[in-house]
């Protein structure tokens, strides 16, 4: 098993960047895929990246496909989700996520294990 944190979310401006990060616990981090989600007021939780166990492989929402980019240290347990030029559709509680799988996937239902979320609101 193993237990997500999330941080790094906040108030910013359109244009502006963050940094989400997401620790994990436990010496298994490195072998599960690792996912960023998230979940809009009123709208369904939603895909926006995904990495291999290693970080050779990667997967984007084309919603923040050139913006945001997802990274891992797996010496550091943690996934990264850096975001830049943000606009303020980007608004949400975003979610950190690990799975078992093989694959790299995009539907919430295959991820095994999830943070309990950091808000992060863009402002026009």
């Known amino acids: 098993q193993v237990q997500l944190v999330e941080s790094g979310g906040g108030l910013v401006q359109a244009g502006d960047s963050l940094r989400l990060s997401c620790a994990a616990s436990?010496?298994?981090?490195?072998?599960?895929?690792m996912g960023w989600f998230r979940q809009a007021p009123g709208k369904e939780r939603e895909f926006v990246a995904a990495?291999?166990?290693?970080?050779?492989?990667?997967n984007y929402a084309d919603s923040v496909k050139g913006r945001f980019t997802i990274s891992r240290d797996n010496a550091k347990n943690t996934v990264y989700l850096q975001m830049n030029s943000l606009k303020p559709e980007d608004t949400a509680i975003y979610y950190c996520a690990a799975d078992k799988g093989i694959r790299l996937v995009t539907t919430t239902a295959a991820y095994d294990y999830w943070g309990q979320g950091t808000q992060v609101t863009v402002s026009s």
């Open positions: 436990g010496r298994t981090f490195s072998t599960y895929n």
């Open positions: 990495i291999s166990r290693s970080g050779g492989s990667t």
